[in-house]
C-alpha cells in the first residue's frame, strides 16, 4: 500500500482567528497597505480577537502619505513615517530594476533625496503621526554601495523625530553596532523603538539601560530564533511591545502564509511563555508600553 501523503499547505489561505486576548494590546507595527482587504476588515477582525490598536509605518513617500491619511480616518490607527533604510540608496543611485513599488528610477542624488526627508519632516508634524520610522540601517539588502545614503538617511531621521518629539522607529538588521552608534553621536529622540527587535540577550541589555523599546514579531516562534527568546528574558516589562510586522514573519505554525494584526494573540502568548509571565500581565504592560511609546490615550 502506498504512503498517505500529507496535504500542502495552502500559503495564500489566511490563518483561523487565534483565541481572542482578554486584556486588549496593541499592533505596535503593522503594513496595511501591503495586505489584502479593506482597513476596515483588518481593524475588525483584529479587534475581534482583542488587538483594538494598530500602528501603520510608513516605508516611502507614497506609503507615508497613505499612514496619515489613514490615521486621520480611523481612531484606532496611528502613523508612523519615513523612508525605509533600502529607501534611501534608490532615491540616490535609481532603482533601475524597479524593485521597490514605485518601479524603475533614475539616479536623483542626495538632493533628491533632501527632499523626500522635508515632505517626511512635514508629514511628521501631523497629530495623527505619532513617530518617525521605520528608519535606521539595513546591511542584509543594501550592499556598501549604498551604506552612505542610508546612514545620511538615518541621522536626518532622528533630527525630525526629535524635532517633532515623536517616536524613533528604528529597522535594524544586521547594523547592530553602527546603529548603537549613530543613535550616540546624533543624541537618541526621548523615545526610541527597536522594531522587529532583532538583537541578542548584550543588546537587550544595552537597550534597556538606554530605555530603549524592543518590540517583538511573529520570528519570536521560529524554532531558530533562540537569540531572539534569550533577548526577550531580561528585556524589561516596561520596555517590551509585540507586532506583527504583517503581512511578514507570520508566527509558527502558519509561517509562510500571510500576517495580519490579528494574529498578534500568538506571538503575544509565545512571548508570555518565554517570560514567565501571565499572558493578561503582559498584555496589561504592552497596551500601556504602546501608548506611552506613541503617546495616546490608552
Known sequence: MAAQETPRQDTTAAPPLPEPLRVPVADSHTHLDMQD???EEALAKAASVGVDTVVQVGCDLAGSRWAAETAAAHENVHATVALHPNEAPRIVHGDPDGWSRQGARQ???????????????????LPQVRGVGE???DYFRTGPEGVEAQTYSFRRHI????????????????AHADVLRVLEEEGAPRTVVFHCYSGDERMAKICAEAGYYMSFAGNITFKSAQPLRDALTVAPLDLLLVETDAPFLTPAPYRGRPNAPYLIPITLRAMAAVKGVEEDELAAAVAANTARAFGYAP
Do not use: F, Q, S, Y
Open 159 to 174: 533630527e525630525i523625530a526629535k524635532r517633532h518629539d515623536k517616536a524613533l522607529v528604528i529597522h535594524d538588521r544586521e
Open 135 to 137: 528608519t535606521g540601517l
Open 107 to 125: 539616479p536623483g542624488g542626495l538632493a533628491a533625496l533632501d527632499a523626500a526627508l522635508e515632505e517626511i519632516a512635514g508629514l511628521a508634524a
Open 37 to 39: 482587504g479593506t482597513v
